[in-house]
């Protein structure tokens, strides 16, 4: 029955996540084909059903993390490329549910770090454009893209009006600064535009939570100098009014 064929996979994909976390991972992936397996044997008619589509998506997105793990590129990206066209096809059948777009964006969260993990950045670039296409607001995808159009160490790829737009955006995303003001800074600064990084860069340190401080405070010194100033009282950020007490550490100790 369909009731016995989905719990066989799914007990197939239980004891393949606790064989992972043996390490043993050849036991794993064994156990995940045999979940496929018992996925295929559904009848025709059952390969339409949510369940169905829901097994076959999540295993493959966990067989993808197996062959990420294990240092298997090639595998990783066949088997979480075969986990989006399920999602996207639920997705397209079922709009209204939240966790199937979730699963979406985290598979194409994968794939960028898959290919970053092995330099791909022009890869990685183009599945972080494939994510925003699904979900436009999704700062860390966002976040990713920035990285790559501004910092990657491959010039060909740099972008920097892009780069901008994109960082500008982030500011103006829910619970998402002061990082995204600090990052937009850091791109202005790699376009030249040293007084709109030091706006940015000021809006990051007025906030509270930056989660990289020291990078905010660093560029911040660094557009101060590009424009003429003393970069001093920035980068030992407890000389400032107002400031953590951080202080300026003593020649003699």
């Not at 994909?13 to 976390?21: G, H, Y």
């Not at 949510?50 to 993808?64: A, D, E, H, P, S």
């Not at 999602?87 to 794939?111: G, S």
């Not at 800074?185 to 809006?203: F, H, K, P």
Request: hydrophobic share 35%; aromatic share 10%; net charge neutral.
């Amino acid at each position: 029955s369909l009731m016995h064929l989905e719990l066989l996979a799914n007990g197939y994909n239980e004891l393949a996540m606790a064989e992972k976390a043996l390490g043993r991972h050849q036991e794993a992936e064994e156990c995940y084909s045999k979940a496929l397996a018992a996925l295929e044997r559904f009848p025709d008619q059952g390969h339409q059903t949510q369940k169905y589509r829901i097994g076959v998506g999540q295993t493959f997105m966990n067989l993808g993390a197996l062959f990420h793990e294990t240092n298997r590129p090639q595998q990783a990206q066949d088997a979480y490329r075969k986990a989006v066209a399920v999602h996207d096809q639920l997705v397209a059948d079922f709009p209204k549910i939240v966790h199937y777009r979730e699963q979406q964006i985290r598979l194409f969260l994968n794939l960028q770090l898959l290919s970053l993990s092995h330099d791909r950045f022009e890869e990685a670039a183009e599945f972080c454009r494939q994510a925003l296409q699904r979900n436009p607001d999704n700062s860390t995808t966002i976040e990713r893209l920035i990285w790559i159009l501004a910092f990657s160490p491959k010039p060909s790829l740099h972008d920097y009006p892009e780069a901008v737009r994109l960082a500008t955006k982030l500011t103006s995303l829910p619970n998402h600064e002061p990082n995204a003001w600090s990052l937009l800074g850091r791109v202005n600064y790699r376009t030249g535009d040293w007084r709109g990084s030091l706006a940015a860069l000021e809006q990051a340190d007025q906030r509270s939570g930056d989660p990289n401080p020291v990078a905010t405070w660093l560029y911040t010194a660094m557009a101060h100098w590009r424009l003429g100033g003393q970069p001093d009282a920035w980068l030992y950020p407890g000389n400032r009014a107002g400031d953590p007490a951080v202080r300026r550490p003593h020649p003699d100790g």
